[in-house]
T-cell receptor
């Protein structure tokens, strides 16, 4: 199966709160899991990415948690700010030779001031 | 180093016309992806190309859609005889494929196609 399921579809968080977005995949042939941020009218931009040989990766206020056995990964945005309001997509990429990205359906995050 | 460039940014076509979308990858990048994004939806993989070669076109509709990435010039996504259902944002992304698979794709700003 080449699906990546993402939830929630939308999320409202107070300024300073923690935003959590979850993704699940089925295909064990994926070996690279990026998160993208997209503002209206713009292309997606890479936020942070992880490989399945680590369980967590942190960059500033953004953390990916990865559970290989459960085939799930999540994005945590600490101290959420109004400027974080955007649509977030998780994705999974196939191994060398395929390099095909499968995207989740997106989460629209709104951070209230 | 300029980013990925796409043109036009907005394209309006009438049903039955042809749409040509162009993507110039980042300097030195030899591989390009094309994605389609319908309103309120995620990105759907369409095709993955390297110069003069289609690597994976499993996401391309069987009819009316074609893509190329010539040795010189931009990658082109061509949609013949457009229908209203083709209205979407089309994004390309380029990346540098080396021996290390740490590299990431970089997206262009997209072309928003409207079919009247």
């Amino acid at each position: 199966q080449q699906q990546v399921k993402q939830s929630p579809q939308s999320l409202i968080v107070q300024k300073g709160g923690i935003s959590i977005i979850n993704c699940a995949y089925e295909n064990t042939a994926f070996d690279y899991f990026p998160w993208y941020q997209q503002f209206p009218g713009k292309g997606p931009a890479l936020l942070i990415a992880i490989r399945p040989d680590v369980s967590e990766k942190k960059e500033g206020r953004f953390t990916i948690s990865f559970n290989k056995s459960a085939k799930q990964f999540s994005l945590h945005i600490m101290d959420s700010q109004p400027g974080d309001s955007a649509t977030y997509f998780c994705a999974a990429r196939g191994r060398r030779g395929t390099y095909k990205y499968i995207f989740g359906t997106g989460t629209r995050l709104k951070v209230l001031a | 180093n300029a980013g990925v460039m796409q043109n036009p940014r907005h394209l309006v076509r009438r049903r039955g016309q042809e749409a040509r979308l162009r993507c110039s990858p980042m300097k030195g990048h030899s591989h390009v992806y094309w994605y389609r994004q319908l309103p309120e939806e995620g990105l759907k993989f369409m095709v993955y190309l390297q110069k003069e070669n289609i690597i994976d076109e499993s996401g391309m509709p069987k009819e009316r859609f074609s893509a190329e990435f010539p040795k010189e010039g931009p990658s082109i996504l061509r949609i013949q005889q457009v229908v209203r259902g083709d209205s979407a944002a089309y994004f390309c992304a380029s990346w540098l494929v080396t021996g290390v698979s740490q590299n990431e794709q970089f997206f262009g700003p997209g072309t928003r196609l409207t079919v009247l």
